[in-house]
């Protein structure tokens, strides 16, 4: 469900749009606010208030087709209030504190949902996940926090990965490359043929660029040192993570110049005009892509550098979790209940793009050949991470914005860069 999202970070235990997030997470739409259908704040009238960063068209009017559904059914009442993606992200912690908060937020799974349970903001719904017997442990886990209880209720996973026009690679000549080196020939071609070939949109969607990391730091270092790293318990200036960067910077003299000015939904528009050649994104970018242009898209894995590290994905999984100051908390776990069901999962993969994989085991993805590889794909990892915030918490986020879009500007200070990220973490970390 993201809209985004990040960004940002979650395959799970089925794909569902949760990580998919739906075509749209965890990490931003745009830079500004669309008013959606209801108050700010929550529990007014004993109709509950979801508050949704799914801001582009396809993702907004498949939530808001949800809502509508639940209405109909005479458990309660809910309205939508939508907030473009990026200033959710940064409002969500003055959300959780007010004094008044709305009850119900679209988010992520994962380390992110954790941290603010750890401060008591979000609502115990482990009633709710009684009635979820269905669904696989690994999203039980996944929802669960530090003391056990229930705090997340997954909608949807999705995937992440190089996506490309087939009549643009056909055009030009290349094939999806499955090594590191098969990867830097690709581009060669492609920017022989006058177009930039990798597509980045670092705008006011910075986040975007953590892709990049997660997937050279896995790639290179592996999943467990990655999570480690972003976890505190290693080091952004340690030697290893310098390697990652020296692998990224092989590619710069590829990506898209134009790329550090605009948003992802610009750099979606460049890929599907074929100004420029690949996109590491997450499926929820066709969100902002044309229904017609669909059929021409698909992806490859981001390439293996070393055979011998365990081939690891991002898979990030969205859904929903509630203020623990909810006026409304009987309205809210039914309005979580139903967005759980496998009919509601269904009904929002054909509302939104349907590049999504629904978390509930029994609702019905999208039978595209897209989705079909995507979830393939995901099924066949070794390990499956979030992203860069899922995985740490979002008060680290920028800190990665920092560094690396001050890395692809000046790739010769990384030494420096990486001294001032450590320092950045560590007072996230230790306060």
Known sequence: MTDFDPGRRRLLGHLGLAGLGVLGAGPLLSACASSASGPASGGASGSVTLQSNLSSPQAKTAIEKLIDGFNKQGKGTATVNTIASETFRTQLPTY????NPPDLYTWYAGSVANDYASKNLLLDVSDVWQGLGEYPQSLRTLSTDASGKQVFVPMNNYWWGFFYRKSNFAKWGVQEPKTWAEFLTVCETIKGKGIPPIGIGLGDTP???????????????????????????????????????GK???????????????????????LLAGKTGMFLIGTFFADAAPKDALGDLDFFRFPIID???????????????????????TGTKALLTYLASAPAQEEYVKSSSGIVLPAHPKAKASDSPLVAKGK?????????TQFFNRD?????????DTALTKFMDKPDQIDAILRE???????????
């Open 96 to 99: 959780l504190t007010s004094a």
């Open 207 to 245: 986040w975007v660029a953590s892709a990049w990391f997660d997937y050279l730091n896995i790639r290179v270092n592996g999943a467990p040192f990655h999570r480690e790293l972003l976890a505190g318990k290693q080091r952004f200036d340690d030697p290893k993570v310098k390697a990652v960067f």
């Open 248 to 270: 990224w910077r092989e590619a710069l003299p590829y990506f898209d110049p134009k790329g550090k000015a605009y948003p992802f939904q610009e750099a979606t528009t460049a």
């Open 307 to 329: 055979p011998a590290v365990p081939v690891a994905e991002e898979a990030p999984t969205d859904g929903f979790f509630a203020s623990a100051k909810t006026a409304n908390p």
């Open 376 to 384: 393939a794909m995901l099924e066949s990892a070794a390990e499956l």
């Open 392 to 400: 740490s918490s979002d008060a680290l986020q920028p800190t990665a």
């Open 421 to 431: 990220w450590q320092a950045g973490a560590e007072k996230v970390f230790k306060g």
